[in-house]
Every structure is written in structure tokens, then in C-alpha cells.
């Protein structure tokens, strides 16, 4: 049985050499084939990719020709992969390889189709991304028919079952995650302690998670479409009661010349409201245009 570990590399120069030694020193009960993806870096990480694959005939990789995100390395490793289980995990050891054997464990027995790795804390992380990331996993559970649990990563270990299911889905832009949770199968949980990264520095920006963010949830529900329309109904319940109550009220009291701060009111808060809901409907209708571009998600400049 053969495992792939597919590992996206962004500017990782310095860490990719410790990833392999920590993998290689697990000795691992089964033939393992590492799929390295350089995705478009800009230091020396294809150099020592290059050279840990004239060391060692195992290594794999793939190099795009520029920087196309993570997702996008994540497909290309799962595409190049051949073994017959293949875990995704990151370069910089915060997700820990020691994990390794006891995902491989459940995979075996028969019981599971996917190991994945829960981060049990969000310690090192500035508490302002913690606060959105767990806002957001709320959000979106709620908007999608999909459940992610907080504290989800991209360290997986799958069967070649599940590979098949994942990389069936066509769609350029892609949230993993997401994805992992509409494919189903039998998923065991493992928690882990949140680790440093070895070296090194995150390639996330706040902006960047934040676009994340909004990918997943336009990847995955359609309900932000619709909140235009719950809205607009209320809205125009609300305006016939407010008819009703000023016709009653002329008629029964009389109406000076009032209502302008009413009006400037409803004014200024119908203009937001369409602005915001065209702003959704344009979101979606970006992404429906980019995928009906049918571009590569990404394009390989080098492998081997
Ligand atoms: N990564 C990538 N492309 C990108 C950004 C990140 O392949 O555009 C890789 C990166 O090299 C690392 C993993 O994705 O192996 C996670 O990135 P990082 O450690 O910066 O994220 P964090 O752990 O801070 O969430
Ligand atoms: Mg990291």
C-alpha cells in the first residue's frame, strides 16, 4: 500500500528540507511518495525541491508557473498523487506528521475513509482572526447544507475512494473544505495541539482569509442570494403598515407638514439595501462568469 503526502510549498525554502527529514524519520509502515507543489514561490523553494528529488526517487513535484493559492495546490498534488491512500498536510510542521501513523491506522482497519486533523486550540493566532474564523465557520454552517467544524484543517488523509470524489468536482474555484464535507464518507476526528510554524513566516494575510472567507461561503450556499428577497418582503410589509397607520392618522388627526426625516430615513436605508443585494448578485454572477471560462485552476511550468 502506497501513501502520498501531498504538501503545497509558498516561499517555503527553509522548510522544506525539515519536512521531508521529520517524514522520513517516522518510518512509516508503508511505501511513501511525497508530491511537492511549488506553488509559483519566489525564493529557493524549487531548487530544493530539485535537489531533494535527485536524493531521494520518492519525491515528486509540481511547479506552477506562478502563484495560484493554496487550493489550487491542493488539486494539482491530488491529481499527481498515485498512491492508494494520500493525506494533504502543510510544509511548515503546524500540522504534525506524528498524526501520520494514526490516521494510516484508521484508513486500514476498514472503518473510515478519511482521517482528519481538528486544531483543539487557536494558540499564537492574533485573537482577531480566531474571533473571524470562528464567526465565519458559524456563518457559514448556517447559511450552507454543508458542516465544517471549527477548527478544521487541510490535514487530511484519505483513501483513493475519496481522492476520486473530491477531484470529480469540477469547479475552478475551489474551498476544500467544503468540498470534504459535500463528499461525505466516513470521517475520523483527530484533535491536535495548534504548534508554531518551524520557520518561516503565514502567507495569509487578514484581506486574504477574509476573500477566502467569501469563497467558501459563494462556493457553497446560494442563501445570500436570497436574502435580497427576505428582506425586500419585510421591507414591504413594513411600508404598507407605515401607509396604513399615516392614512389613519390624516384622517383622524390631520398631518402637518412633517415626515421629511422619515423620508430621508427610508430613503437612505432603501439605496443601502439595493446597493447590498446587487453587490451579491454581482458576486455570484463573477463566479458563474469565471467558471464558465473553464480556465485551468492553475498551470505547471515544471515537474518531474
Ligand atoms: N501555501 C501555498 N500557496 C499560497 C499560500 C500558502 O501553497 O498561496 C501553503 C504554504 O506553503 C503552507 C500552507 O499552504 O504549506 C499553509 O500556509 P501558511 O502556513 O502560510 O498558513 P497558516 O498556517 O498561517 O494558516
Ligand atoms: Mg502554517
Not at 457553497?220 to 419585510?234: D, K, R
Amino acid at each position: 500500500m502506497r501513501l502520498s503526502l501531498v504538501v503545497p510549498c509558498y516561499n517555503e525554502a527553509v522548510c522544506v528540507r525539515r519536512f521531508w527529514e521529520a517524514a522520513r524519520a517516522l518510518a512509516l509502515p508503508s511505501e511513501v511518495e511525497f508530491v511537492f507543489v511549488n506553488d509559483g514561490s519566489r525564493d529557493g523553494t524549487l531548487g530544493e525541491l530539485r535537489a531533494l528529488a535527485a536524493e531521494d526517487p520518492a519525491v515528486r513535484y509540481v511547479s506552477f508557473s506562478r502563484n495560484f493559492g493554496k487550493e489550487a495546490a491542493l488539486l494539482a498534488g491530488l491529481r499527481k498523487a498515485s498512491g492508494d491512500l494520500v493525506a494533504t498536510l502543510d510544509v511548515d510542521l503546524q500540522h504534525p506528521v506524528t498524526l501520520l501513523p494514526e490516521m494510516l491506522g484508521a484508513l486500514r482497519s476498514g472503518e473510515y475513509d478519511c482521517a482528519a486533523a481538528r486544531r483543539t486550540d487557536r494558540e499564537g493566532e492574533p485573537w482577531l482572526r480566531s474571533l473571524c474564523a470562528r464567526l465565519f465557520y458559524k456563518l457559514l454552517n448556517r447559511l450552507s447544507e454543508i458542516e465544517v467544524r471549527g477548527g478544521e484543517t487541510d490535514y487530511r488523509m484519505m483513501t483513493r475512494q475519496v481522492v476520486e470524489a473530491v477531484l470529480s468536482l469540477g469547479e475552478v474555484n475551489r474551498f476544500t473544505k467544503g468540498i470534504y464535507a459535500w463528499v461525505g464518507f466516513r470521517t475520523k476526528w483527530l484533535d491536535f495541539a495548534n504548534a508554531e510554524r518551524v520557520a518561516g513566516e503565514t502567507k495569509w494575510s487578514f484581506w486574504g482569509l477574509a476573500r477566502y472567507g467569501l469563497q467558501g461561503v459563494t462556493a457553497f450556499s446560494v442563501a445570500p442570494l436570497q436574502l435580497a428577497s427576505v428582506v425586500g418582503v419585510l421591507s414591504c410589509a413594513a411600508a404598507l403598515l407605515y401607509l396604513a397607520y399615516v392614512a389613519a392618522k390624516t384622517l383622524l388627526v390631520g398631518e402637518p407638514v412633517t415626515g421629511y426625516p422619515t423620508q430621508i430615513c427610508l430613503l437612505l436605508f432603501f439605496g443601502g439595501f439595493q446597493l447590498f443585494a446587487i453587490g451579491i448578485l454581482g458576486t455570484y454572477l463573477a463566479k458563474t462568469y469565471l467558471e464558465t471560462k473553464r480556465r485551468p485552476p492553475y498551470l505547471i511550468q515544471e515537474e518531474n
